[in-house]
């Protein structure tokens, strides 16, 4: 990710409505896995490290995270509940089993990813039975000028990615689509950027514009009702794939 985009990133995830609903499916995703209390679980690419901090804070489990990035690691504050390092996901540096679960969100697709690679490091480290949860974008024909600014080079079917982590030796539990009521206003935007509404020439930024605040709180309440209506049910389309899955025991 290029580094402006990090500071963007800070500036936006606390509030900006799509990041609060993102870690709103990846905290309840989680917590539907029915970890033993104090749980280990692992972020794998945490970036800034919200994410993980909502996560532990939120379902009172110890936090574990690591990232490739220097600029990702220089945004991590002291807290002591979250335990980070500065690793790649494609070699993970835990032993066997160090886990009850591991998260990823938004970063199989990303440049340098190796996906299988990724994807095995994750059953590796995470003990027989835990659970494992990931958060994908959607369609490679969505693929944009904002992927581009994040580093994000592949974007996935359902099938793809459930027939990734059945390769990888997981069962996979569910997988389902997030933000449909959102998903052909997303897609509009993202196809209209990437066939040449703008001038080619323009520098690769990522969506992020600062919103009116009313017009963000209307779009993250109604992100909350989409949220509580399809919590529970597996959807055909949105902008991204939630899928959970276990390690088999041995």
């Known amino acids: 990710m290029q580094t ?33 209390p104090r749980a280990n679980v692992l972020d794998v690419g945490c970036g800034t490290g919200r994410n993980l901090v909502e996560l532990t804070q939120s379902l009172r489990i110890t936090g574990f995270g690591v990232d490739v990035s220097p600029h990702a690691a220089a945004c991590w504050n002291g807290d002591r509940q979250v335990h980070r390092c ?6 993970l540096p835990y032993p066997n089993d160090s886990f009850d679960a591991a998260a990823s969100v938004d970063v199989l697709g990303c440049l340098g990813v190796d996906i299988p690679q990724a994807l095995s490091e994750m059953v590796r480290v995470v003990r027989g039975g835990g659970g494992i949860v990931l958060l994908a974008p959607a369609y ?38 997030r933000f449909p009521l959102f998903f052909p206003v997303i897609a509009a935007l993202r196809l209209i950027r990437r066939w040449g509404l703008k001038h080619e020439t323009e520098k690769n930024n990522s969506d992020l514009r600062f919103l009116p605040q009313w017009v963000n709180r209307a779009l993250l309440s109604l992100a909350r009702i989409e949220h509580a209506i399809v919590r529970h049910c597996n959807v055909p389309f949105g902008s991204t794939i939630l899928l959970v899955a276990k390690k088999d025991c041995t």
């Open 4 to 36: 402006v985009e990090y500071e963007r990133l800070r500036a936006f995830e606390n509030e900006y409505w799509w990041y609060v609903a993102q870690r709103t499916n990846l905290i309840d995703a989680v917590a539907q896995l029915n970890l033993p």
């Open 86 to 91: 500065l690793a790649s996901c494609n070699h």
């Open 140 to 177: 490679q024909w969505m693929l944009s000028k904002h992927d581009a600014a994040v580093n994000s080079v592949h974007r996935f079917t359902r099938r793809e990615l459930t027939a990734l982590a059945r390769k990888a030796g997981l069962t996979v539990t569910r997988v389902t689509h």
